[in-house]
C-alpha cells in the first residue's frame, strides 16, 4: 500500500537546461588539430590540398574505366558490325594488309589501329561533353564581383 501523505512530487527540468548545466569533461588525448607533424608532410599536405591532387586521382581512375568500357564497346558492338559491312569475314580489329618487299612479308593490323581510334574519338566525345555539360571547366574561373 502506498503512503500518499509522506511522498514527495518529483519536478522535472526541461532537457535543454540539464544539457546547459553538464560541463565537458577533461579528455586526455591529444587532439588531432594541435599535433605537431613534421614541416616536410605539413608541405606535402597543403601541396596535396591546393593543387587539386585527390581530384586528379579521382579522375583518372574514373576516366580509366569509362576508357575499359568503351574499349569493350568497341570490341563487343562497334567491330562485328563494322566487320558485316566490310567484304570478307571477321571483325574490324581482325582486318589485316600484307606488304612483300625484297621478298619478307610483313603484315599490318589496320583493323586494330581503327578500332582503338574508334575507342578514343569516344572517349574523346564523353570527356568534352562531360566537362561542358557540368560546367567544370568553369570552376577554375574566377568570378567578377561587381
Not at 569509362?66 to 574490324?92: E, H, Y
Request: charged share 20%; no cysteine.
Amino acid at each position: 500500500m502506498v503512503d500518499h501523505e509522506h511522498t514527495e512530487k518529483k519536478t522535472y527540468k526541461p532537457a535543454a537546461k540539464i544539457l546547459h548545466s553538464v560541463k565537458p569533461q577533461e579528455d586526455s588525448s591529444p587532439d588531432l588539430v594541435s599535433l605537431k607533424v613534421p614541416k616536410w608532410i605539413q608541405g606535402f599536405t597543403d601541396f596535396i590540398r591546393e593543387q587539386g591532387v585527390v581530384g586528379l586521382a579521382v579522375g583518372l581512375v574514373i576516366g580509366t574505366q569509362v576508357k575499359t568500357l568503351v574499349d569493350q564497346l568497341v570490341a563487343s558492338f562497334i567491330n562485328p558490325l563494322v566487320g558485316l559491312l566490310l567484304p570478307g569475314g571477321g571483325d574490324l580489329a581482325q582486318r589485316t594488309f600484307h606488304v612483300s618487299f625484297h621478298g619478307r612479308k610483313q603484315v599490318f593490323g589496320w583493323g586494330a589501329f581503327i578500332a582503338q581510334l574508334i575507342s578514343f574519338i569516344i572517349v574523346l566525345a564523353i570527356v568534352y561533353f562531360g566537362v561542358k555539360k557540368l560546367k567544370l571547366d568553369q570552376l577554375d574561373k574566377k568570378k567578377d564581383t561587381i
